[in-house]
């Protein structure tokens, strides 16, 4: 069964860190590009990062470049997302997933759910003092 556990979320004051995994079983992760996705209810769902599967092409959302940093350890067949500099409006639910094979880097940055598949139950981040 694949399956996808996001976790490392929790409550942080703005400025503060976090690091999120997102651990894969039933499923080789190096075989996949991985993307971090978010979303608060009422709102849609937003593409955070994605990293390749080979080449370690990373990209971001201008909302979070330069705060964001995805990284995958394969060993451990898990994805991260550190999170530095967090604010008020990172406050969402996040979930990775990974790519639909064949999809490509173009498609993918863009972020549309169609190009990704085995979502995670997601791990909630919120951001308050």
């Known amino acids: 069964q694949v399956q996808l556990v996001e976790s490392g979320g929790g409550l942080v004051q703005p400025g503060g860190s976090l690091r999120l995994s997102c651990v894969a079983s039933g499923l080789i992760l190096d075989y996949y590009a991985i993307g971090w996705f978010r979303q608060a209810p009422g709102k849609e769902r937003e593409g955070v990062s994605c990293?390749?599967?080979?080449?370690?092409?990373?990209y971001y959302a201008d909302s979070v470049k330069g705060r964001f940093t995805i990284s995958r350890d394969n060993a451990k067949n898990t994805v991260y997302l550190q999170m530095n500099s967090l604010k008020p409006e990172d406050a969402d639910v996040y979930y990775c997933a990974t790519a639909v094979r064949g999809s490509s880097w173009y498609r993918l940055i863009q972020f549309n759910g169609r190009d990704y598949s085995n979502w995670g139950q997601g791990t909630q981040v919120t951001v308050s003092s």
């Open positions: 990293i390749s599967k080979t080449d370690g092409n990373t």
